[in-house]
């Protein structure tokens, strides 16, 4: 019923930019969060930004300052600017959507993008 689909991974030098994508498909009524989340070989899965529908933003303490969340609603897509990469943001990252309501569904349901790789490497 809903697919996210993401792009802009790859590989940055330390200090880089990169700017990551994510489009929500399928018969979408609403979206309440869109976010970012990544995860790093032999870690947890981590919050790393998200945004609400009416704009409220949340960051992990970790990107503040170098990375930048955006959403368009009308096209159902967010936008992760990431500056200043370090060493350590190197992760999957997946897009996620959260408490969607999809045409004749009647309870919310989260989805997850397939993920996208980010290597920082000089």
């Known amino acids: 019923q809903v697919q996210l689909v993401e792009s802009g991974g790859g590989l940055v030098q330390p200090g880089g930019s990169l700017r990551l994508s994510c489009a929500a498909s399928?018969?979408?009524?609403?979206?309440?969060?869109m976010g970012w989340y990544r995860q790093a070989p032999g870690k947890q899965r981590e919050l790393v930004a998200a945004?609400?529908?009416?704009?409220?933003?949340n960051y992990a303490d970790s990107v503040k300052g170098r990375f930048t969340i955006s959403r368009d609603n009308a096209k159902k897509t967010v936008d992760l600017q990431m500056n200043s990469l370090k060493p350590e943001d190197p992760a999957v990252y997946y897009c996620?959507?959260?408490?969607?309501?999809?045409?004749?569904?009647?309870?919310?349901?989260?989805?997850w993008g397939q993920g996208t790789q980010v290597t920082v490497s000089s």
């Open positions: 996620n959507a959260d408490r969607v309501y999809y045409s004749g569904s009647y309870y919310p349901s989260d989805y």
């Open positions: 399928g018969s979408i009524v609403s979206i309440n969060t």
């Open positions: 945004i609400t529908r009416g704009g409220r933003i």
